[in-house]
């Protein structure tokens, strides 16, 4: 992994986070993320519930940690203790380089859970934990389909159904 700052994507993501006073550092479009990914800079971490990973599908070699659980969506108390830790033994099996935090890049099923969890993130002082835009399935179509027009599998990034 490497500095945010040699990442134009990041870097862009950034700015226009600090451009609209959000309070967490930025979203980025899947295929950007999908090619940081594949480059090993960053690490992909699915936020949705574990029901939705198995029924709906995931990005293969992803990483796991709910922000809610159940059927429910029951918000998971121990989300940035369970991310601090998968963060933390990234960075002890070598997917970081020293004094530099490992990047994560937060995934749901349209953006709006992905960027709740990448607020609360920041407020604990994670840095470099980024939402991915347009989550894994995208936004409600006019027929209330997802899918339609944009998210992750619209743009037809790998993933895989159980």
Request: aromatic letters at 6%.
């Amino acid at each position: 992994m490497t500095d945010v700052s040699n990442l134009p994507a990041l870097k862009e993501a950034a700015a226009q986070a600090a451009a609209q006073g959000l309070s967490f550092a930025g979203s980025i479009p899947p295929r950007e993320a999908w090619q940081l990914v594949e480059q090993g800079l960053a690490l992909l971490v699915d936020v949705r519930t574990a029901e939705e990973r198995k029924f709906v599908g995931h990005v293969p070699g992803s990483a796991h940690v709910p922000w809610a659980t159940g059927t429910a969506l029951s918000r998971n108390p121990r989300f940035v203790r369970e991310l601090t830790a998968l963060l933390a033994k990234q960075t002890q099996e070598g997917g970081s380089q020293p004094n530099v935090a490992p990047i994560a890049l937060l995934l749901c099923r349209s953006g709006k859970r992905s960027t709740l969890a990448a607020q609360e993130a920041a407020k604990a002082g994670l840095a470099h934990v980024f939402n991915i835009s347009e989550g894994f399935e995208g936004e409600l179509d006019e027929a209330q389909h997802r899918g339609k027009g944009d998210g992750w599998r619209f743009h037809g990034l790998p993933w895989v159904q159980d």
